[in-house]
DNA sequence: CATGATACCTAATTCTGTTAGGCATAAGAC
DNA sequence: GTCTTATGCCTAACAGAATTAGGTATCATG
């Protein structure tokens, strides 16, 4: 997924519901350039990992899509359902109970 | 591995050798009580997760075992090597590392 | 006209963890 | 006294998610 490791392994769900809950609608090829740029290079999504879970979330309800042509090339717009709303918020507010736990655990300084 | 969920994916050897830098020669069973403790409960680290893992940073020459008597029962105690002492320093920066820039992509504070 | 960026996708493999066992001693409850 | 719980080690089958490595096609640039 990155050069970064295995850390990653579990948040791109994550990853995905929050950049479609701040930026609003937006394509596959867009986030990944959005993490790319958020991360300041230090993640870099690979599509094989990232089309998937677009896929799984549209089939858990949490996401839609929509078909734009952009000239004769087909874009794949996604956005947040109402369920995809709410679990975005769940699975941020997840992950920092997870880092203050791994804070506890590990004995350092994050929040 | 416990109930918060496959977030920890990744971050079992990063606690293995944290745990083992900071309390010293542990074994299996303590390791997985200490993780609990420090958690307060949200992580319970699966055997068929840590042993496995334990035998693997041996086998790579991060840790070496000691085997105690305790009675009728043999008791494997784990403490890092050199090699592992300076890699628990760097999985630990790492983290610290992981967990700056997800703040960032997930437009968080965390630290 | 060739390369790199844009843009979608899937399949085989690998890696880690879960689930679900097995084995045995020790301690406490009833 | 025996039954359950805790202690303590282990492995194997399975599952899930990501990596690697493809395939396809359009568009812009040198």
């Known amino acids: 997924m990155t050069h970064s490791p295995e850390l990653l392994k579990g948040t791109l769900q994550t990853i995905v519901l ?13 986030i990944t350039q959005r993490v790319k740029e958020l991360s300041e290079g230090s993640i870099l999504l690979t599509e094989g990992a990232l089309y998937p879970t677009l896929h799984r979330l549209e089939a858990e309800g949490l996401l839609k899509t929509e078909k734009v042509m952009i000239g004769k090339r087909v874009r794949k717009y996604y956005a947040l359902t109402p369920d995809g709303k709410i679990e975005a918020k769940d699975r941020v507010a ?9 804070g506890h655990v590990l004995q350092v300084e994050l929040a």
């Open 94 to 102: 997840e992950f920092i109970g997870f880092i203050k736990t791994m």
């Open 18 to 30: 929050k950049i479609l809950k701040d930026h609003g609608r937006t394509y596959g090829y867009e």
